[in-house]
């Protein structure tokens, strides 16, 4: 197992309301990004609000970080934790495989949702961001019940159940640091490019027809590629569809 990255806090909490909102609480006394797991927590969140189900032995951790930049790159690094938890999963189980990247922020095991990803920030002062938090849920040991997915909606699972893999949370921590660091720091000196194509590389059903659903419409295409700013493409009759948000569905 590769050694902490040098630049990077961490702090493991028995019990929190959620690791986003500690990381939020804590973030103005911050000089370095700093990871913080919770064994427990009791008010987890997904995206768009809906609470995130947390079983005993999964993972639930956020990275928060103050970068000085502008708001526009913040949702880029969803691409850079997805990678992360791609590369952690594989040290984890050796079943490269196995994993894939769901646009715009999950991983899939053999086809169903192991994991998620949660981008929050605050304090937009002169187009730049005072912080942001990633949040990362891991379904390490046990999946959430699924009778409330929508049509359509990917099933979850757990890393044991599917891997065999017994992996504790501070463990899977220790993992995907090195992981993050190394793909932050790509990020950092050569932009998204590269980033970019890493995930295009691993990316659920690439070059096939899915849906995209938002609150207002829902477009079917070709998954045809991701932009450099980070949209969906799909290939529609009426030409490409950038798509900067939304649901997606096979």
Known sequence: MESWPQDYGRRVLDQVDSTNAEAARIAPTLTKPEWILGLSQTKGRGRRGRPWI??????????????????????????????????????????????????????????????????????????????????????????????????????????????GAHVDPETFLDILAPAYARYEAQFATYGFDPIRASWLDRAARLGEVITARTTRDETVGVFETVDNAGNLVLKTPKGAVAIPAAEIFF
Do not use: C, Y
């Open 54 to 163: 947390d079983p005993k032995g999964n993972f639930a951790a956020t990275l928060v970080m103050r970068p000085a930049e502008p708001a526009d790159r913040m949702a880029l690094r969803s691409f850079v934790a997805s990678l992360a938890l791609f590369d952690a999963f594989v040290l984890a189980t050796g079943r490269p495989e196995a994993f894939s990247l769901k646009w715009p922020n999950d991983v899939l095991l053999n086809g169903a949702k192991v994991a998620g990803i949660l981008l929050e920030s605050a304090g937009f002062s002169g187009g730049e961001i005072s912080h942001i938090a990633i949040g990362i849920g891991v379904n390490l040991a046990q999946a959430p019940a699924g009778a409330d997915l929508e049509t359509k909606a990917v099933r979850p699972v757990s890393l044991l159940s599917e891997t």
